[in-house]
Every structure is written in structure tokens, then in C-alpha cells.
């Protein structure tokens, strides 16, 4: 048995005080895989005093974060306190002092992820961070070493457990999603502010991540199209029930057909209920990783939560300690193919609109030429109702996002459209 | 970049042919993510002139497998031969020689992993075996590190794809079990002597593999209880149908309640259709892992074919390859915890079971009467028909097998009892 590895940690709010836990409870499993006993350093907060979730010597705490991160006798360093500063200066002094870094800070990574993973290289240390996408599942370390060996295709998943709580609610009890937010906010789904869940960025971040693992080329936060869920009606989803479908935000990192671009994006849409994906309820994640020669794979769990949270922080926590312990690293970003990553218009998807036409001969004939026009297939159409009350509901076959969003502007410019309702694109049931 | 890395090959079946294959077309991309080149040194076949399902360089041809493990220019082996001998003596010549080993045979993993992993720590050789269990799925790489700082207290999957599809057949058609295998055997899903597959042997051994490495105890084929699925018949699956259950083969390694010992085990059960297993079709697998922190995890993917498992082959490749370069090596076999593997009849399971009873009062009571005495509680009774084909259908609450197997015997001899028919475990919708 070496000597014991010592771990600073930075935040103890819901998944830091589930860390100390764990420390706590599995030391002697966690000394048996590691080949060496890991102790806690310390801990530094914002409030010495603040109730924590589970028992800290106070020794422990501090608020000098810079100076544990720096302290000679800290081996690893692990970031959950979220957001892009402090942390990123922390996780930089760490590295620069030698130390393994273990983060689960997805927006940081998103955003300014090459100055973390430049600073890795540079300082030969480790990085880690399974827990900054989909929560306990195993799906960064699967991608990046398990797939190291096939190509990845395509990457589709539900990634913020909030929002899919939200609809999930939306589509088994009718709820609005004002209605459905608050239930969530209640429950401790959503937060006060839950602009980074039903706006999608908290996907983004985790698809900008997901993506450059995939495809081994950067993708930060902003190179994502990024829809949120707050114009989803009740109507909405009644409408996608009717038709057999379930509305989700979906992440999707996306070879080009030719496979020389990507496309990243993160939107509702509607998937058919015979999907695996349209089975996720509540607050799970589930991940679809195509690949290949391997196929279709699902990864499936709980996407967030202390506990959870902290089991993927404590996988890394055992790697880094191993590493340290043969004086040797876990893989470094892989960057090499460098893809392009194109514009949402670029992106292949389906689309699904409702229109409200008038009922007269020839309607559906000169519908159907506007689609030809920009050279969109239509896949079904069924017309409902007649007279004033005419709809239309058509679902396209696929074409790029540019081709779908310009036939609907047509369509919205045509007289005999009295209005364009319930536009949402479609995922996830026809093969490429 | 480093020199290239030479790989021998032990077989050119199903899917040594896509190994090859794999190695080729995506020459450039392995060399980026390892940072060598990879080239093929060899591959050792049986028969020289037999025609294959990749092109092969005729020079790397050779029924000498023995020289070809131990040549000096050969980094890693990958046996993909399968079965006991002569792959154990080759992969213990490739470590003795200082090769790195990539595997995928399960049979000799779960007969005899001891010498495996002996070897492999004494001659400090890599030893990467993804491709073992459930084909494409990552699924040994996430138990044994992603996990490795949580707790795990059950596995329970669908490891089998041959039987798997079988059992499918047989619920969505109302096939026999002999019509479905020969359905099986006509689209290549089931060999020709389907025996390993259709008595659980298989999965046997892969329930063995994944106990080994969810509770760091050493496990071996000879540990599992084993149950095939040759006695299913149209209607047990029938009958399942009615209560709302599926008929699967199941691999289910658990943790005793006090946590002291494990119970590994394959037999056929009952599943509710409203579990995530139920609605695993044709030949995919899937694999519930269930940890104290981290919640329930599913793993969903094709679980043999030759692409699918060549692709866990090539992630393999690639770590034991970077694993070369850097001068390090896996984490090895972990065995520390050494549990004791308890036999089958102290497994907590439930039991479903059809009596044909005699329609007189008092039946149900003394029926209630024998449970009691064997400390089993039933959870539901349904009384169908009436008169001379009066049936008690009853599902027990959780028990240990042995108390189940006891009722059951106790229900046979009595005389109001004329026949005990459907007896089959019933798994995933009870908590613990």
C-alpha cells in the first residue's frame, strides 16, 4: 500500500457534500481499488459556517480555495463548484502546481475548454470529467476510450433531466409548462431561475462536450443551435400524442452524410413513442451513441442529483489516483480530425406543421408544390376537419433544416394559409 | 509519433475478419488516437486456403499461432479463437513473451480467469477483454472504472442474444420453442449444436465475468446456477402474456441483503412488461446495473455479431496500444473484497405458480396454508374457472429460493392439488 492521496475539494454545496460522504463511508474499498488510502485535504467553501449536507471537521473547511489547490501536500483537485469563474482559475493554479484535476463543470468546459485542456498538456496533468455530462451514466468514458476503436455517427440523447421532468409531466397529465415548471420547482427539478435547463443551455454545454469526443474535434458552447422548451404548449404536445409522438429536448451531434462536417444542436422535438428515448420519464437521462460497427447503444440513468453526481465524480477520483500511483495519465483531448461544424441550416432533420387552410379544391396541390419548390419530400399529410376549421398536418421526409425553415416561410406567405401552427421538427424513426 | 505497434491475430472467424477489416479502413484514425501507427503482423488460422470475409495479405497468413504470439516484432494479441484450449496456452505464451492481450473469450475468462489474471500480473501485461460480454456494449470498462467509486448491489441483463430472440419469437408470434430456434438457426441468430446458448452456458459465463468485476471477488462458471430455456413452452409464454409479463433469460448477479456474500445465477424469468428489459427485442442485450450512489444504470446495444464485437476488439486495441506507449498498464483483476458466492437456494427471487386444484371450499385457505408454513408471503392469488379446471395462479412476494422450491414441493403432494404447472421465477418490480 502506497502513501495516502491527498484530495482538496472545491464547493460543498449538493454533489461536493455527497464526495465527503462517500470519501467517508467507502475508505476502505476506495484504499483496496486504488492501491493507496485517500484522505481529504480539505474542503473550501463561500461560508464556513453553513449548514453542510453531511458531517465535515471543521479543520477542513476554508475559504482560501487558491491556497489549498496550491498546498504541497493536495494531490487532486476536485472542482464542483460550477460556473466558469472562480473555478477555471482554480482548476489552472492546480494544474500548474502538478495536481489531478476531477470537474464536473460542464459550462466551463463548454465554454473556454481548450484553455483547461491546453493547461492538462502543458502541466502533464490529469483531467477528468464524467460527471459534467449525464449525471452517474457512464457515457465520457465509454465514448472516449470503449469507441476509441469505431467511428460515431451520430450522438442523440436527453441530457437535462429538468426539462424532460417538464415534459414529461406536460404529456402524461396535460399540464402547461408554466404549470409543469412550478410543479418541478417545487420538487427541486428545476431551479428558481431555471433559464439554463428550459432554455437549453445546460444541453448545449453537454453537447458541445459530447460532440468533441465523438468526433475528436473542439466544440465549444457557442457553436451550438440552441432551442429551449418554453414555447411548448399543451396544445403542443396533445397534438404530438394524437400522432403517436412524445416531444423531447434532444441534444444531437451529427456526422454530415459525407462525413466532413458535424452539426451540434440541442431543440425539442418530436420523437415516435416506439423510440427508446420516448420511455425516459421524469428526471432521467438516456444517451444514443450510433456507431459504425457497433451500432445503436443506449446509455441509461440518473442524469443529476448528489448521489449520482458524485458516484461519476468518485470513478474519476479512483482513475486519477491510479494514474498518480503508476506515474502515468488517462487520455488527453483528441482533437486530431478538426471536422467543421456547420451551421444549423446545414444540420439533416424532419419537420412536422399544422396548418390552418381554407377548404378549397386544390389546397393540398398547391401545398405540396411549395414543399417541391424547395425540394422537401412530404412524408404523410392528413387533413383534418373542413370548412373554416381545415387543417392541415403534414410531416416531411428528411432534408437540411435551411430547405424545411424556407419552405415554412413560403407557406406562411401563401393566401389560402390562414395560419402556421405547431411547427416542430421531428426525430429519430426514418434510417439516413 | 511513435513506431508502429504489431498486432498478432488469433483467429479469422465472424470476427477476426472484421478486426482486420476494422484495422484497414480506419488506419489513419487509430494511428491519431493512439499515436502509432497499428499494423497487422499476423494472423494464425487453422486452415491457410479458406476463403474470408476480408481480404488478407497471404503473407500474414500462418497456421502457427505458437511462433507468431511469441515473435519479437509482435506488441499485442488479440485471441478471438474462443474456448479453452488452445487459447489459454497461447495467450499465457503472448504474456510470458511480454505482449499485451486483448481477448474476447468469455468461456475461458469464466473457467479459468485465475490463470489469466496470474499471469498477466506476473509477466505485468495488459489484459483487455470488453468483447467477453455483451458484444458492442461497453460495459466491463464502466463497471470496473466508472463504478470503481460506488458500491454496486446487482446486475441483471439480457447477455444472450440467441436466446434472447427466441424468447422474442416466441411472445410476438406463439411460436414453440423449437420453431423459434429453427427460425433462429435459419437467420444465423443460433448455431447449428445451439446447446451453449439455449442451456445458458453463455450466459453463464458472462454472468460470471461480470460478477467478478462488480464485486471484486473471484467468480467462476462453475459458481453460476444455471437454468436454459429448453422447457419454455408456448404456453408459459402465453400465460405470462395474460398477467402482463414477458418471458426472458436473465443473468443476475446480487448482493446478499447484509451485503456478506453474492449470489450469481441465469435462469428464465418473468419480467413486467412496463420494465426496460421487456422491451429488449430480437438478439440485443442489455445490462441493469444497480449501485448505492449512482441509482439504475441500463446498457442497451447489439450484443454479438462480427462488426459490433470487432468494434469492442478495436477500443481495446487502442487502450492496450496507448498503454504500450506510455510505459503503463490497466487497472489489473480486483479480488479484494472475496465474498463468498452463495449457493441458490439462499437468493432472494419470487415465484409464480399455476395449481390445478379441486373446486372445493376451503382450497384457497389450505393452499394460503402451505406458504405460511414455508415463510413465504403471497402477493397475489387469481382463482380461474371452475368445477374439474379450477386454477390458482399465485405470485409469491420475495423469498429465498430455497423456501420457494420447498413451497412448490410441499404444493405437489398434496391431494387437492392435481398438477403444479407454470413454475417460473419472477424478477424486476419489487423493491428490495
Known amino acids: 500500500m502506497t502513501k495516502p492521496l491527498k484530495i482538496a475539494l472545491l464547493g460543498c454545496g449538493v454533489v461536493g457534500s455527497q464526495v465527503v460522504r462517500l470519501l467517508r463511508e467507502q475508505e476502505g474499498d476506495l484504499a483496496a481499488r486504488v492501491g493507496a488510502p485517500l484522505e481529504l485535504a480539505g474542503v473550501a467553501v463561500r461560508k464556513i459556517g453553513r449548514k453542510r449536507d453531511t ?39 492546480a494544474m500548474a502546481s502538478g495536481k489531478s484535476v476531477v470537474t464536473a463543470n460542464k459550462a466551463l468546459l463548454a465554454e473556454d475548454g481548450a484553455t483547461i485542456h491546453r493547461a492538462a498538456r502543458e502541466n502533464n496533468a490529469d483531467l477528468y470529467f464524467e460527471a459534467s455530462v449525464a449525471g452517474a451514466i457512464p457515457l465520457l468514458r465509454p465514448l472516449r476510450e470503449s469507441m476509441a476503436g469505431d467511428r460515431v455517427q451520430r450522438v442523440l440523447g436527453i441530457v437535462n433531466g429538468t426539462t424532460n421532468y417538464i415534459l414529461d409531466k406536460m404529456d402524461s397529465t396535460g399540464a402547461s409548462f408554466t404549470d409543469a415548471l412550478e410543479e418541478a420547482q417545487a ?56 400522432m403517436g409522438y412524445v416531444i423531447k429536448l434532444l441534444a444531437i451531434c451529427a456526422r454530415s452524410d459525407d462525413g466532413g462536417s458535424v452539426g451540434v444542436r440541442v431543440h425539442p422535438a418530436m420523437i415516435p ?41 468518485l470513478g474519476d477520483i479512483v482513475a486519477v489516483a491510479r494514474n498518480r500511483i503508476a506515474n502515468t495519465r488517462g487520455p488527453e483531448e483528441s482533437t486530431y480530425a478538426d471536422l467543421r461544424v456547420h451551421p444549423m441550416g446545414d444540420s439533416i432533420t424532419r419537420c412536422h406543421v399544422s396548418l390552418d387552410v381554407a377548404d378549397k379544391p386544390g389546397v393540398l396541390a398547391r401545398v405540396a408544390e411549395i414543399f417541391a419548390k424547395h425540394d422537401v419530400s412530404i412524408q404523410t399529410v392528413r387533413q383534418e376537419g373542413r370548412g373554416d376549421d381545415a387543417q392541415l398536418v403534414i410531416v416531411s421526409h428528411r432534408a437540411t433544416d435551411a430547405a424545411l425553415q424556407a419552405t415554412i416561410g413560403s407557406l406562411r406567405e401563401m393566401d389560402i394559409v390562414r395560419a402556421v401552427a405547431g411547427v416542430m421538427r421531428v426525430e429519430g424513426d426514418e434510417a439516413p
Open 55 to 93: 458531517e465535515i471537521d471543521p479543520e477542513l473547511l476554508t475559504t482560501d480555495a487558491e491556497s489549498l489547490v496550491t498546498r504541497d501536500d493536495v494531490d487532486i483537485v476536485v472542482e464542483v463548484i460550477g460556473g466558469i469563474e472562480p473555478a477555471r482559475s482554480l482548476i489552472l493554479s
Open 187 to 242: 420538487l427541486g427539478y428545476a431551479e428558481a431561475d431555471p433559464t439554463a435547463d428550459v432554455e437549453g443551455f445546460d444541453a448545449a454545454a453537454k453537447a458541445a462536450i459530447l460532440a468533441g469526443i465523438a468526433f475528436h474535434t473542439r466544440v465549444t458552447a457557442a457553436d451550438v443551435y440552441r432551442e429551449g422548451i418554453t414555447e411548448i404548449t399543451a396544445a403542443d404536445v396533445a397534438s404530438a400524442e394524437a
Open 273 to 313: 413513442r416506439s423510440h427508446p428515448l420516448a420511455g425516459v420519464r421524469e428526471a432521467y437521462n438516456a444517451v444514443f451513441v450510433e456507431a459504425e460497427s457497433a451500432g445503436r447503444l443506449m446509455f441509461y440513468g440518473a442524469g443529476a442529483g448528489g448521489a449520482p453526481t458524485a458516484s461519476a465524480v
